[in-house]
């Protein structure tokens, strides 16, 4: 057995995360297999393949490399998992089929009697239009951006009833893209994104807003690789095994975000979690100076509280579609709405609150020149907005980040 190979067989595979998730149902040898299209051949037919999976853009290139294929991975004509058989031919599976139907079930969406209308025509597309097709749709219609209907004639399919989209438009790190707005489809009781990173698609943002039963890509990708580690091992697998990963990478990939009132502790808390859960902390007025080369009280002075915004905008941008760090923002980070998916996309959002007397204001260009009270009262609406939970700064700053880090665990995995 320590001859045969395990993992994942692609072109790019830098921001995969195949490799934690075998790990975790205890394949330890899985590894990832960056190739050319040119080393394809050799590699296939010179190494003993206990379990393989395949991505882009390899997933029909190696079809012809395989002697049988299962149902899904026949009517796709598309491949994610290969394994060696008993004769020593390699059999190919599409288990993004499994992973695509329990990840819908899971968000309690139905294609029974459906109209799908699914973005892209790729090979995702194909594994979306087939389990939609066995769940029992009514109708299935797929955009693209060439053949009609596409995506600059929305009147043709926004009676839908579920939208799913396998383009990988929103994707990081080209995130807060999204190719429809779903306010234009007034009938959805479903909405599929396949992305995973970042956690929530610009797409899935506006279904959570809607009200709209979601789904992101992560439980599809976990459910794919516990039936792909099935097949590999010929063992049963409980589905268990996919909502206890799906938490484990939900914590691991999240940012802990902290808003809070111009000197509630923001700085000396975010370190504090730095400490305790060995995160990269980035306090964003310190990249404000370190990028503009200029303190923040000279930015406020020399140029206005508008071009600091917009220096401010530009650095949640650039580090909310990153993940599991820990971002400190700034007191007036809320006052600008646009800055809101930027840090939810990927984050859970913490408000920190503090007795206004107990505030400083030294060095704080908008607390010297307001009352403090005055200025709470303005902002917290905006604060209310954006916040998943509030901890409270009025004890010991170690007491407060003990209860960010321990909130943060208990709703980081869903």
């Not at 209308?117 to 109708?139: D, F, M, P, R």
């Not at 060995?278 to 930015?299: A, L, Q, Y």
């Not at 400190?328 to 206004?356: C, M, S, W």
């Amino acid at each position: 057995m320590s001859d045969l190979i395990y993992g994942l067989l692609g072109e790019t595979l830098k921001h995969s995360w195949s490799v934690p998730i075998h790990k975790e149902l205890g394949c330890s040898s899985y590894k990832l297999y960056e190739l050319s299209s040119a080393d394809l051949e050799r590699f296939l037919k010179e190494n003993k393949i206990g379990g393989l999976n395949v991505t882009i853009p390899y997933k029909k290139t190696v079809i012809p490399f395989c002697s049988t294929l299962d149902e899904y991975a026949r009517e796709i004509g598309s491949i994610n998992t290969i394994v060696q058989d008993s004769s020593g031919g390699l059999k190919g599976y599409n288990t993004d089929a499994y992973g695509f139907k329990y990840a819908a079930k899971r968000a309690g969406i139905s294609f029974r009697d459906a109209k799908v209308v699914i973005l892209g025509t790729g090979g995702t597309s194909l594994t979306a239009q087939s389990v939609a097709k066995h769940e029992g749709a009514k109708e299935i219609v797929t955009i693209s951006r060439s053949k009609e209907p596409t995506y600059s004639s929305p009147s043709q399919f926004t009676d839908a009833d579920i939208l799913v989209n396998t383009t990988p438009v929103g994707m990081y790190p080209n995130t807060g893209e999204a190719l429809v707005n779903l306010q234009d489809f007034p009938n959805l009781s479903g909405v599929v994104d396949v992305i995973y990173n970042p956690n929530r698609t610009k797409l899935i943002m506006q279904a959570e807003q809607l009200g709209i039963p979601h789904s992101d890509g992560l439980p599809m990708l976990v459910a794919q690789a516990v039936e792909a580690e099935r097949i590999f091992t010929r063992k049963e697998i409980p589905d268990s095994e996919i909502e206890r990963i799906t938490a484990i990478i939900r914590k691991e990939t999240l940012n802990i975000v902290i808003i809070g009132m111009p000197g509630c502790g923001k700085t000396t808390i975010g370190k504090i979690l730095g400490e305790i859960t060995g995160r990269s902390v980035v306090d964003f007025d310190t990249e404000i100076e370190k990028t503009s080369g200029k303190s923040i009280p000279t930015i406020f002075s020399e140029y206005g509280e508008d071009v600091f915004r917009d220096l401010e905008t530009k650095v949640i941008r650039k580090y909310g579609k990153e993940s599991g760090m820990i971002l400190v923002t700034g007191g007036g980070a809320v006052t600008r709405q646009e800055n809101y998916e930027p840090l939810h996309q990927n984050g859970i959002i913490f408000e920190l609150k503090r007795d206004t007397s107990l505030l400083p204001k030294e060095g704080r260009p908008i607390s010297l020149s307001v009352d403090l009270d005055d200025l709470f009262t303005r902002r917290a609406s905006k604060y209310e907005a954006f916040r998943d939970a509030t901890i409270d700064n009025n004890r010991t700053p170690q007491e407060a980040a003990e209860n960010v880090w321990r909130c943060f665990l208990e709703n980081s995995g869903n």
